[in-house]
């Protein structure tokens, strides 16, 4: 059976997976406000595996790993990721953080070319160099100030996430979306039960709202913090799905360009929501997001060569 890579499927399902993401993200501030991360993420994982377990039923979707090994390692490497990218939030500017975070396309592209050996073109290099510094242009110069360790943090989790979006195809491409999803989720609500006992054989002097996020433990949460954590599960679960999917349909240095539309989305959710408005720098960097984009999907239905699958 002969099929295609078909990136511009991919590309739709990151584009829904962005604007649901860039909305529920938004709301993390009012989370943190009062809750921890490590009750937030198992509160919103044991809320995202009820409703999996329902629609499963109901979808008679399948759960169970193919490869128990292969899924556990893949969640526990994107589990990871989110730990440290949420976690960082908490003493690093929110720009700097996500510059980190999407360094995660450069890593792919090494990822495949030099451990997979897969072949990649200079207009793709080039359309991943375009997109990074699109994201620069919309974070802004203070982006890159500051080095240090804790800088460095950032860095790590785009590391992190590069490799778990590899993972999703060279070795889960037989699992299903729900495997995934579950997989994902069970590893963060394990991480965070993990962090919680800690905190609480050993608790710490948090200080108050915001700051005190990473180290809060378990506090009686309040209805606000349970709506919108259902929220985010909700959410969540959707939006991790299409993005499994678009991994599972489309090769990683391919799928990972597309990824960049999550900050136009979350710009855009920032000023309905908030008022926040951008700079004319950041609206250049937009403009070259998209642009990588595009390039991307054109070069993918012009010269993509078959791929043999059995």
Do not use: K
């Amino acid at each position: 059976m002969i099929s295609q890579d078909r990136t511009l499927a991919a590309a739709g399902f990151i584009a829904l997976y962005a604007v649901v993401i860039g909305f529920t993200d938004n709301y993390v501030r009012v989370i943190a406000a009062e809750a921890g991360l490590w009750q937030f993420h198992l509160t919103r994982s044991a809320l995202a595996l009820t409703i999996l377990a329902v629609a499963a039923r109901v979808l008679r979707l399948r759960l169970r790993p193919v490869n128990w090994r292969a899924v556990t390692a893949r969640s526990s490497i994107h589990g990871a990721a989110m730990l440290i990218y949420f976690g960082a939030l908490a003493f690093l500017p929110v720009a700097q953080v996500a510059a980190g975070l999407f360094t995660a396309p450069i890593f792919v592209l090494v990822i495949s070319r030099f451990v997979y050996g897969e072949r990649i073109g200079p207009l793709r290099v080039l359309a991943v160099l375009v997109g990074f510094a699109g994201v620069l242009l919309v974070l802004g110069p203070e982006a890159m100030a500051g080095a240090s360790l804790a800088a460095a943090l950032p860095v790590a989790a785009g590391l992190l996430y590069g490799m778990g979006n590899i993972a999703t195809r060279a070795w889960c491409a037989q699992e299903s979306a729900g495997t995934l999803l579950a997989g994902f989720f069970a590893a963060l609500g394990g991480m965070g039960a993990l962090g919680l006992i800690l905190l609480g054989l050993f608790p710490l002097a948090v200080p108050e709202g915001a700051d005190g996020f990473v180290m809060r433990g378990l506090v009686l949460p309040s209805q606000g913090f349970w709506f919108w954590t259902f929220v985010q599960a909700a959410g969540s679960l959707f939006a991790v799905g299409m993005m499994i999917r678009a991994y599972q349909v489309a090769t990683a240095s391919r799928v990972s360009v597309f990824e960049y539309i999550i900050l136009p989305a979350s710009a855009f959710w920032g000023w309905l929501l908030w008022s926040e408005m951008l700079s004319p720098m950041a609206v250049v960097g937009m403009a070259l997001i998209a642009l990588a984009g595009a390039t991307i999907a054109l070069g993918a239905r012009t010269s993509a060569p078959p791929v043999a699958t059995t």
